[in-house]
């Protein structure tokens, strides 16, 4: 009758025991998955971005001749515009590799250096007019499918006709490397310059001075609304159908799919108020609205955590209703406050469904520097340059999200730094 | 003069008042302030928040409506020939010309003579914005400036005029639930004048491409919202089959097994998922993920598409996997030890009490975590967007491409639009579907917890 296999294995200890085991190990497996993803997900992004900050550049000994820049000898600079700068470029190139002749070589000889080449040999002699009739040693960007090759994202392992670069390009590569021409540098043009169709040339400042310009506005909506909006709530309201009423509407606002807020501002602001198009100002204010709850949820609730004594104490001193709230309670509720402000901000930061809505999709050059100019947003600018065909644009959209989450790094541990030192236990 | 050099104007007559008025509050006790019933601050806020909010309410209201007044006369006095194209775009000629950025060649065109127009009107608008709000500040100076006296309740005052203002803030979340509903209603309302209802339920085909020409095939576009709902559930379903195991074995690790350090360290690095911005996760889903599948499947012998319900719905998984992990483990954090220590009492192991005791004591808190892990799924966006695909297939497989309502609501309104097409105003009829669904998973969600929440202690 004491055999344990007469009641069955199923009740035995040991198998019971070897199910908890089991159990446990199964938790600590999916905590240790969402890590992993977790790894992954940086890593990844961190090896697939890195390259942006770099890009190859090639040193060539360009020949700004008189004839060709400024025949007439007039010394205006107006006139250096009209120069042939293509031409001289190409000049630089050719004496550089004497052997090479026909137009399809000409053509991917000239094709290692980037579009933008031209415009900065135009604009180097804005500059310095006096290097008109000399010859110069100038580091030029190379074109984006070279930086690619360099940064070893383009095999050769593919027949020459199916491939980026050509056989004949990666000699000439290889001659520059050998004669110290070719260099990797930092880019400092991802951080100075707004969008580009041309990969080697686009940067993130123009995306980050729209989002900048946007949460500014986002900010100076929703923090002073949101607060408000609170402490009436929670502090001056006699609790009754109406108070409920808000209450049940912030709640279900919270949980809303962020993209039905850019409909709501798509019909609103751009189609009843005409507002501009993407603007900030018209993207500042939806996530304003998309915001609003995050920040009224947490003020309430820092509002709630200050401890009823407090306001007794107050009031026992004759202090009426406001004065309670504006002397006492919000001061010690304040870095709540800010907290949830700064956690509501972040979203808003990495948002960028109701920003399509709004039209902050398009393609901007400019960087934008008011309100009402067309910008782009940081995660939507991401959002375009995943979609660009070309290979060289999903190192810069890697390095773009690495900047993104740098920046919400950033701010989510700032609302860390405040909750550690100023929170107060009761 | 801008309306921001008038605003600084109202500005500076408000501050001036702070300080005129409390000075006069001050004098008027003859030196002993004691006498005075308010503060002499508070008197310097009364004249302050009386001269500044009117006006600041007037310019903000003439902003928003002046664009849309303007608009409309300007429209209105233009003949109905003159308007070739869709007003939007007459109107923004007109503009432009207006600001001298785009020029008319033809001599018979009257768009010149409404820039001309435009622009006056645009003159006197501001014109009477600048007489108007700083004349309604002046007097609401002198009105507020005569009150002042010994006697006068300027604290009581005050704290009325806060107290509307709050109540004010506190009414726009109730503001932005009706623009929501309405604006998505009228819209749907007008899509439903062009499309009937029943195909929109009903139809299992959805193309919303209108044709150019009135005799090309399928020329009226189809729309059936059956497919782009059964894509969102698939997605939905995978990013679940992925969030809720795993989230939920993590939340039963961290509340029940781990030591507190672990949990301290574990829990807010899980959470940084829910942080992460959804259009990293769709760049990753599209440049990383769906590659590999499509590879892994290449390997196998089979030919897979990069864009499929598993991709999406995969990484979408790993997105929702902190929203169902911290709420549940919240909840079972707050099921008390009584309960546990009773189990054990009994002879039960760890897990045994978990799956028989815990579990069903937080289960209304777990399921609520799902359902409002569910409602953010179906109302993700940049994830499918990037992942997903466009082809609006019915199917059940998640290695196919699917389209979901977000996806198709981003791909009709990004780009060119008229708002006259019941391809533009299909998107409003999907954002209130959507609206709805998820508001009722909420609602739901918040009854659970509500409803079969036990009350310990």
């Known amino acids: ?120 040999l135009s604009d180097l002699l804005q500059e310095r007019p006096e290097w008109v009739g000399t010859s110069q040693e100038i580091w030029m960007i190379a074109s984006d499918d070279i930086d690619m090759y360099i940064k070893g994202k383009i095999s050769t392992d593919v027949p020459d006709d199916m491939r980026r670069v050509n056989d004949k390009q990666i000699e000439w ?28 040339m686009a940067g993130i400042l123009g995306a980050v001075m729209g989002t900048a310009l946007t949460l500014l506005i986002t900010l100076a909506l929703s923090f002073p609304v949101g607060v408000m909006a609170a402490i009436y709530l929670e502090e001056l309201s006699k609790k009754s159908r109406f108070t409920d009423f808000i209450e049940i509407n912030i709640n279900n606002l919270a949980a809303v799919p962020s993209i039905v807020f850019g409909l709501l501002g798509l019909a609103v602001f751009l189609n009843v108020f005409h507002m501009p198009r993407s603007a900030p100002v018209v993207g500042g204010c939806v996530l304003a609205l998309m915001t609003l709850p995050t920040v009224i949820i947490a003020t309430r609730s820092s ?9 007794e104490a107050a009031r026992g001193l004759g202090a009426s209703n406001l004065q309670v709230v504006m002397h006492h309670v919000l001061p010690l509720a304040m870095p709540g406050v800010f907290t949830g402000t ?16 709004i039209g902050m999709v398009a393609f901007i ?62 | 003069m801008g309306w921001q050099y008038i605003l600084i104007a109202v500005l500076f007559l408000s501050f001036a008042g702070y300080f005129l008025g409390k000075k006069k509050s001050v004098q008027s006790t003859n030196g002993d302030i004691s006498q005075l019933r308010s503060q002499p601050n508070y008197h310097g806020f009364y004249i302050l928040l009386s001269v500044i909010l009117a006006p600041i309410i007037l310019i903000f209201f003439w902003y928003i409506f002046e664009g849309f007044f303007i608009r409309e006369m300007v429209l209105s006095a233009l003949p109905q020939e003159a308007i070739k194209q869709s007003e939007d775009l007459t109107y923004g000629i007109i503009k432009a010309i207006a600001q001298g950025v785009k020029t008319v060649k033809d001599p018979l065109s009257l768009l010149p003579e409404a820039a001309v127009h435009y622009n006056a009107l645009r003159e006197s608008s501001n014109l009477i914005l600048t007489i108007l709000a700083p004349a309604l500040a002046v007097a609401l100076f002198i009105r ?61 085909e959805w193309s919303p491409q209108l044709a150019i020409r009135e005799d090309q095939v399928g020329s009226s576009g189809q729309f059936g919202i059956l497919p782009l709902f059964t894509g969102t559930l698939l997605v939905t379903l995978v990013a679940m089959i992925i969030a809720g195991p795993i989230g939920l074995m993590s939340a039963i690790y961290m509340s029940e ?31 990383t993920v769906g590659p590999f599948v499509r590879d892994l499947g290449a390997t196998m012998g089979f030919s897979l598409s990069s864009e499929s319900a598993l991709v999406a719905g995969g990484v979408m998984g790993i997105m929702i996997i902190p929203f169902v992990s911290s709420l549940s483990d919240d909840v079972m954090n707050a099921v008390p030890n009584d309960l546990r ?42 994830i499918v967007v990037m992942a997903a695909g466009l082809a609006a297939n019915l199917t059940a497989n998640p290695l196919e491409s699917v389209t979901t309502i977000t996806v198709q609501i981003v791909t009709l309104l990004v780009g060119d639009q008229e708002f006259d097409s019941a391809k533009t105003l299909a998107a409003f009829a999907l954002g209130l579907f959507l609206f709805v669904v998820t508001l009722m998973l909420n609602i739901f969600a918040l009854r659970v917890v509500k409803k079969y929440r036990e009350a310990y202690e």
């Open chain 1, 1 to 120: 009758m004491n055999n344990p296999n007469h009641i069955g294995r199923k009740f035995s200890l040991a198998y019971r025991y070897k199910k908890e085991k089991l159990f446990r190990f199964y938790g600590l497996l999916a905590s240790i998955i969402g890590l992993i993803f977790l790894v992954i997900f940086f890593s990844n992004l961190i090896g697939k971005g890195k390259g942006a900050f770099f890009q190859t550049q090639i040193k060539l000994n360009i020949d700004f001749s008189q004839e060709v820049i400024d025949p007439n000898r007039t010394g205006d600079k107006e006139e250096f515009l009209k120069a042939n700068y293509g031409g001289i470029l190409k000049d630089a190139l050719l004496k550089r590799f004497p052997s090479v002749s026909g137009r399809k070589d000409t053509r991917s000889l000239k094709k290692i250096i980037g579009q933008g080449g031209i415009y900065k």
């Open chain 1, 173 to 200: 590569i290889k001659q520059l490397e050998q004669s110290g021409q070719l260099r990797t540098a930092f880019n400092a043009m991802f951080f100075t310059s707004a969008d580009s169709r041309e990969p080697e």
């Open chain 1, 303 to 311: 509002l709630r955590a200050v401890p009823p004594s407090i306001r």
């Open chain 1, 342 to 357: 700064i956690i509501g901000m972040s979203r808003a930061l990495g948002e960028s469904a109701p920003l399509l809505m």
């Open chain 1, 365 to 426: 050059v400019d960087i934008p520097v008011s309100f009402d100019d067309p910008a782009t947003a940081l995660p939507v600018q991401i959002y375009l340059w995943a979609d660009s065909p070309e290979k060289a644009f999903v190192e810069k959209t890697a390095a773009g999200t690495l900047i993104l989450l740098l920046f919400l790094i950033l701010m989510n541990s700032l609302a860390v730094i405040l909750r550690k030192k100023y929170e107060k236990k009761w």
């Open chain 2, 144 to 204: 507020s400036w005569k009150k002042i006296g010994v006697n006068f309740p300027a604290r009581d005052k005050v704290e009325k005029i806060i107290g509307c203002v709050l109540g004010v803030a506190s009414f726009i979340a109730i503001l932005t639930t009706a623009g929501i509903i309405l604006s998505l209603l009228f819209e749907t309302l007008r899509f439903f004048n062009l499309v009937p209802l029943s195909e929109f339920f009903f139809s299992l």
């Open chain 2, 257 to 287: 097994y781990a030591t507190s350090r672990f949990r301290a360290t574990v829990k807010p690095l899980l959470e940084i998922l829910a942080g992460i911005p959804t259009v990293v996760y769709g760049f990753f889903a599209a440049i």
């Open chain 2, 341 to 382: 220590d009773g189990s054990y009492a009994l002879g039960a192991t760890q897990s045994e009490t978990i799956k028989q005791v815990v579990i069903p004591a937080a289960l209304p808190g777990i399921i609520s975590s799902f359902l409002l892990g569910i409602s953010r799924a179906i109302g993700e966006t940049m």
